[in-house]
């Protein structure tokens, strides 16, 4: 294969098209599958952490190449560009171009891996088929290690989500909104009674798999929601996070804050909702997997179901449950410790390791966390207690940096 | 004062046999001064050290750490390893723990350093494809690391790129792999031209630029993560300021534009399309199994259900045999030989009778020449089922006749104590017959009790077929 043969600018206007109707999807994450190498004869490699090759100005990274099969779609959700009422440039990719431009940019370091998802074309099982077959011949023909994510096709037939979890790191299913009523109102075509029980299948399968030592799916399945496009609440939407976490096994959730894009439906809302908002789930998310807080505590700290987009879920909660504080670093259990806005989970491990060796002082406190400066009203040692700060009633400002107009460059 | 002459860069092996030398002579850590490279010291002799002193001995973690820090380019690092060493010796062993310990603290940030940077190397490297004069493929790659990790990130890409030929060069020493080994080279001056004629390259650059989303754009955070230093080293990075700057054009562009009136939009195309995808016969059905790879790998292919449609009995084992995976039809090997005679005795025409199994491929492990049957896990045979089900609903049998424990799994969803269960069984859709698999009989010691054992599954198989004949 000839070096010049091998992409012409066919085949680049495409990846431009198709990277550009992928670029909504908010994971890029090439973590958790198992160490594997390409050996003598393959290529590529999966550390088991991720590698970001580089990151785009909206300060997401690039680990995978993420892209899409096709951006036709007999589907018309309506808050995807990709509908087949939007006006967008189509095209479509072969099989062969995908694996070529997978390994072509493999080679160059420019990538974990693969994130493949599709319009549908045909049918959901074509298509299914389709994104199958990629993963398969870079596995099987190419001896490809690297990282591959499929997007699942959820209307799909279950054997072909099967055949695809024998080839795939990880599988997707994006749920897109959280509630069966704005799927309905938004995605006509789409049944979210299908995506849970796609979900259930995949979750199974990856159980068995595990149990069984087979190969599927074994970094785990994962989803997205679109936020902001419908009426759900930030409870809502932590909410079905915590049912597909707990009854699917779910390994991330993605949210996506909405964003105007080309060509938009008139059923969407014309302004788009603040990106903190996208933030502060994520952080919500993390204190509901690492941190022991309930969906109820979450919501708690922010009002009518709405996380406070002025300060982080965790201080939030903090504020509103101040009699529970100040904690002491030397004596406090790791539960109250992971409490204590702040501190994150790995510096709480280091604080219960060294108090083990020596009785900890607010320096020390400070060697083992970055964020003493939040957290010191929260916080006794032996050198320190913070008396009335605690309770003041302008904590909450001494503790927020007033905003400022972001520099653009 | 005892001076100690180390090489530039990371110098583990002069930095060990140091440690050695002086821990034999109980030296402390305010009696060394550490010099670096051929600069000659103020300070102090470079009186040989023993060569012959004893390995020090050290628990695991501050090995590693060792190894981490003497690639910083901190020119204390080897005195604080010094330091951490003789703490360590003189009882502190578990003192990497101590996370707020000052040295503990400081060590831990010289390694930090030199992991982000090991991280960032493996991350923002990019090869170039360029070629040899005889033709063949090479990348090459240039690269600028803030410390001596150049022989450090080495296993990271042979791993990787085991089956490329490759070069690396950076300012503080290069690597080269021809396939099958790798050699550790002197520092190098940048290559001109790198990307030259190279469309992958310029795919990425397309790439990277059609991937941003430019209504959320956040120059901070990105910068956070890609430091403007390895910019100049990133193809792609060319590209980012331009971005930036159209960035609140674009976004206010789409918001201004007047949402697109939907066209054609009935959904009759897309459900008619999610109806039609079902197999409709049990030929379509048999295709889609033929084309689908085996869960185990190793089986030469699927094998399919073999008799009439619209059959009154049929019979469902566990899994294709070595002979039925060589052969691609069901029941030909021994035990599905004793099969024939026993439905023969118990007045079933084997041609009249639908024959599958549960598990459509063969699983096995090779153990020399021969391929030794394994049971399919429940797992499996649950993969399989939609298309057993799917099968049955073709052929429309009047009863179901299960093999078994994996075929009366398979049908059942749970697992059948056979011997003690065996006789009709509802199935759900089917009415249901469960009985042994003739390969059991086959591993009974010959005898009167394997005589009983084929005579009791005659007796089986007779009964099924008067159960098929009552509910015809």
Known sequence: MGRTSAVDDALLDKLEILADAAKYDASCASSGAKRRTGGPDGIGSTTGAGICHAYTPDGRCVSLLKILLTNYCLFDCAYCINRRSSNVRRARFSVDEVVRLTLGFYKRNCIEGLFLSSGIIRSPDYTMEQLMLVARTLRRDHGFAGYIHLKTIPEASPWLIEQAGLWADRLSINLELASDRSLKEFAPEKDGTAIKAVMGQVGERIIEAKEEKRRFSPAGQSTQMIVGADASTDLSVLETSDTLYRRYGLRRVYYSAFSPIPEASSALPAKPPPLQRENRLYQADWLLRYYGFTVKEIAAGGEGGMLDLGIDPKLAWALKNRERFPVDVNSADREMLLRVPGLGARAVDRIVEARRHTTLRLEDVARLSSGLKRARAFLIAADHHPGGLTDRADLRQRLVAPPKQLSLF | ?472
């Open chain 2, 1 to 472: 004062m005892r001076r100690v002459e180390l090489k530039d860069g990371a110098d583990l092996d002069g930095f060990r046999r140091a440690l050695r030398g002086l821990v034999a002579l109980g030296v402390g850590p305010d009696e060394v001064v550490w010099s670096v490279g051929a600069a000659p010291s103020l300070f102090g002799d470079a009186a040989p050290l023993p060569a012959d002193a004893p390995p020090v001995s050290l628990p695991r973690p501050v090995g590693a750490l060792i190894e981490s820090v003497v690639c910083h380019r901190d020119p204390e690092r080897y005195a604080l390893l010094h330091r951490l060493v003789r703490r360590v010796l003189r009882g502190e062993r578990d003192m990497l723990d101590h996370h707020a310990d000052p040295l503990v603290h400081r060590l831990a940030l010289l390694d930090k350093a030199v992991r982000r940077d090991l991280h960032k190397m493996h991350a923002f490297l990019r090869f170039h494809e360029v070629r040899d004069p005889d033709g063949a493929e090479h990348y090459l790659a240039w690269f600028e690391p803030d410390h001596f990790i150049v022989e450090a990130t080495a296993p990271f890409f042979v791993e990787r790129f085991e089956s490329l030929v490759w070069t690396i060069l950076t300012p503080v020493g290069s690597l080269q792999w021809d396939r099958r080994s790798l050699t550790v080279g002197p520092a190098a001056l940048r290559p001109e031209g790198l990307d030259r004629d190279d469309r992958f390259a310029e795919g990425w650059q397309r790439y990277y630029e059609s991937t941003f989303n430019p209504a959320r754009v956040n120059p901070t955070a990105m910068r956070a993560e890609m430091p403007r230093k390895y910019w100049a080293n990133l193809p792609e990075a060319a590209a980012i300021p331009a971005m930036i700057r159209s960035a609140p054009a674009r976004v206010q562009a789409m918001i201004e534009a007047e949402a697109a009136a939907p066209r054609h939009r009935t959904p009759d195309k897309a459900v008619a399309a999610m109806a039609r995808q079902e197999p409709a016969t049990l030929a379509e059905l048999n295709r889609i199994i033929l084309a689908a790879d085996p869960l185990v790998p190793g089986a030469t292919q699927a094998v399919l259900g073999e008799g009439p449609a619209g059959a009154a009995i049929a019979i469902v084992g566990e899994q294709p045999g070595d002979q039925e995976d060589m052969e691609g039809r069901p029941f030909v090997g021994p035990a599905g030989q004793l099969l024939t005679r026993a439905l023969e005795e118990a007045g079933i025409e084997r041609d009249a009778v639908y024959l599958t199994n549960a598990v459509k491929h063969f699983k096995f492990v090779a153990r020399g020449k021969r391929r030794l049957h394994q049971s399919p896990t429940a797992g499996e045979v649950k993969h399989y089922r939609w298309w057993l089900m799917k099968e049955l609903s073709f052929v429309r049998p009047r009863l179901v006749v299960t093999l078994g424990a994996t075929a009366a799994l398979a049908l059942t969803g749970r697992s059948v104590p056979v011997l003690r269960e065996r006789g009709p069984m509802d199935f759900g859709d089917w009415n249901g017959f469960v009985t042994v698999h003739p390969s059991h009989l086959l591993r009974l010691p010959a005898g009167k009790g394997a005589e009983q054992a084929y005579r009791d599954f005659v007796a089986d198989l007779r009964q099924a077929r008067g159960m098929a004949k009552r509910t015809g």
